[in-house]
C-alpha cells in the first residue's frame, strides 16, 4: 500500500507558477512510476504528466508539454510538478498517482495507477 499526499496548490494570476509536491509514505521501500492527473469541474480526470521509476523518462500532455516539468527525488520519495505560464485552463484539482508496474516509460491511462493522493487545487485567474 502506497500513500500519496499532494501539497503545493492553491490560486495563482494567470502567467504565474507554481510547484506541486507529492510525497509517499516512508514505509514504500521501492520505486514505482509516478504521474500528475487533474480534474476540472465535469470533466474527466486526464493525464498531465508522467516519470518512470528512475527518473530518466518523462512523459508530458500536449497542453503541458513545454511550460510543465515533472521530476523526482527518490531518495525523499518526493514527486514534483514546476508550473509555469499557467492559464485558467490549468484550474484544476491535481492528483498524483503510483503506478505498481515495472515499465520502461510513464503510461498515460489513468486505469494503470494503482495509489492515489487526495488532490490539491489550483486555480488560475485571468
Known amino acids: 500500500q502506497v500513500q500519496l499526499v499532494e501539497s503545493g496548490g492553491g490560486l495563482v494570476q494567470a502567467g504565474g507558477s507554481l510547484r506541486l509536491s507529492c510525497a509517499a509514505s516512508r514505509r514504500t521501500a521501492r520505486s514505482y512510476a509516478m504521474g500528475w492527473f487533474r480534474q476540472a469541474p465535469g470533466k474527466e480526470r486526464e493525464f498531465v504528466a508522467g516519470?518512470?521509476?528512475?527518473?530518466?523518462?518523462?512523459d508530458y500532455s500536449d497542453s503541458v508539454k513545454g511550460r510543465f516539468t515533472i521530476s523526482r527525488d527518490n531518495a525523499k520519495k518526493i514527486l514534483y510538478l514546476q508550473m509555469h505560464s499557467l492559464n485558467s485552463e490549468d484550474t484544476a484539482v491535481y492528483y498524483c498517482?503510483?503506478?505498481?508496474?515495472?515499465?520502461?516509460?510513464?503510461?498515460?491511462?489513468?486505469?494503470?495507477?494503482?495509489?492515489w493522493g487526495q488532490g490539491t487545487q489550483v486555480t488560475v485567474s485571468s
Open positions: 516519470i518512470s521509476m528512475s527518473g530518466g523518462n518523462t
Open positions: 498517482a503510483a503506478d505498481s508496474a515495472i515499465m520502461p516509460r510513464p503510461r498515460r491511462m489513468r486505469t494503470a495507477y494503482d495509489f
